[in-house]
């Protein structure tokens, strides 16, 4: 972490990954496995989803095991001006878990039927910091692109079919 970065609390860390629209993309590590890049809508302080659509293929790779979760917001020259990330156990979308009403978030834009699977993630805690504006404008878009080597759609823990894809990639920088 830099030094001129200002720590976030709990609260302050669900405020920024839940607005403006509840849903952004995010690194996901399923029981340390590297990093994918995923769609998540923030449900409530303590819950995540992310939803798979008509495939099952993450849900089962990710029921009942670890995950690790980080979110980066970027400035216009692409700098971090703040992470958030969190750890939580995964289950498996049940009816009550859907977004009631449903989100309006374009990381889902993708997906035919994205609230129809998913893994909720029961988040122990988030954590986060901020690095102080250097004059530079804030992006409204969700830049938390994959790292080099990262993975993308398949995952040591399992093979994960086009919606997973789908809902993993960004056409056109989507800002939740």
């Known amino acids: 972490m830099d030094l001129a970065a200002i720590p976030l609390?709990?609260?302050e860390c669900f405020r920024?990954?839940?607005t403006p629209e509840r849903g952004r993309h995010a690194m996901v590590s399923i029981d340390g496995a590297p990093p994918t890049r995923l769609?998540?809508?923030v449900l409530d302080?303590?819950?995540?989803?992310?939803?798979t659509g008509a495939d099952r293929g993450?849900?089962?790779a990710a029921a009942g095991r670890p995950i690790s979760i980080e979110f980066t917001q970027r400035d216009h020259d692409g700098r971090p001006y703040w992470t958030v990330s969190g750890l939580g156990l995964a289950r498996p979308m049940v009816h009550a878990d859907r977004p009631n009403p449903l989100p309006r978030t374009t990381v889902t834009r993708e997906m035919a039927t994205p609230f129809e699977n998913g893994v909720?993630?029961?988040l122990a805690r988030l954590r986060g910091h901020r690095i102080p504006p250097t004059g530079a404008k804030m992006s409204t878009v969700?830049?938390?692109?994959?790292?080099?080597?990262?993975?993308t759609a398949t995952g040591s823990a399992g093979r994960?079919?086009?919606a997973a894809a789908k809902a993993s990639s960004d056409s056109g920088g989507s800002s939740q």
Do not use: M
């Open 45 to 51: 302080p303590g819950r995540l989803l992310i939803p």
């Open 142 to 151: 969700d830049t938390s692109g994959a790292a080099p080597g990262a993975q």
């Open 120 to 122: 909720v993630v029961e």
């Open 39 to 41: 769609a998540c809508v």
């Open 9 to 11: 609390t709990h609260a």
């Open 58 to 60: 993450l849900v089962r």
């Open 16 to 18: 920024l990954v839940a």
């Open 160 to 162: 994960w079919s086009s």
